[in-house]
């Protein structure tokens, strides 16, 4: 692998992942392939692709995705357990990760590695006018992962307006 290569489904929960045998250290190759620059995308899908124990033991040794996606399909944004973009970054910020690190992830960073830094995943002048209104809302919501395991988190962004190129494309409704 070199710079600039991802690796996608990096919280799966099955061998030859991140961590070793056992599943209790991140390997040292993937500290190492991080550092030099290969990507390491969470894309949070269904089959075992998002696994909350070994995710909690990445995160607790340091480890964390580089961008943040989904692998979303008819079936898993209808059924789950991923529903949306912000659903993954929620329970991303479950386990400890903050809310500006889950944001730019999810933007700046992808926008970046794809070479279009400034232009999208930005709200500076002269970027498209792709933006996303979130709400951090406060309460009890359960999250599961591809293995069926739940957490109940007290933490949730939701989405309330999607804008593409300036125009609506989702619009939250009135509750």
């Known amino acids: 692998m070199k710079p ?3 690796i996608t489904h990096c919280f799966h929960g099955r061998d030859h992942g991140i961590m070793g045998p056992g599943r209790q250290l991140i390997l040292k190759e993937v500290v190492e392939a ?3 620059g290969v990507i390491f995308d969470c894309a949070h899908g269904r089959g075992g692709h998002f696994n909350f124990p070994l995710i909690e033991k990445a995160l607790d040794q340091g480890f964390l995705p580089d961008t943040i996606s989904t ?3 008819f079936g898993t944004a209808t059924r789950g357990p991923v529903f949306d973009l912000t659903t993954t970054m929620s329970k991303l910020m479950y386990f400890g990760v903050a809310l500006d690190d889950v944001v730019t992830r999810a933007t700046a960073t ?3 590695i794809l070479g279009f830094e400034g232009v999208v995943g930005s709200l500076r ?3 498209n006018a792709d933006i996303a209104i ?4 406060e309460g009890s919501f359960e999250f599961r992962d591809t293995d069926g395991n739940t957490v109940n988190g007290k933490r949730r962004l939701v989405t309330h307006l999607t804008l593409k190129d300036g125009r609506v494309l989702y619009e939250r409704p009135a509750a």
């Open 34 to 36: 991080q550092r030099h």
């Open 4 to 6: 600039g290569d991802i």
């Open 134 to 137: 979130l709400e951090l809302r």
């Open 71 to 73: 692998d979303l399909t």
């Open 125 to 127: 002048p002269g970027a």
């Open 110 to 112: 992808p926008a970046k």
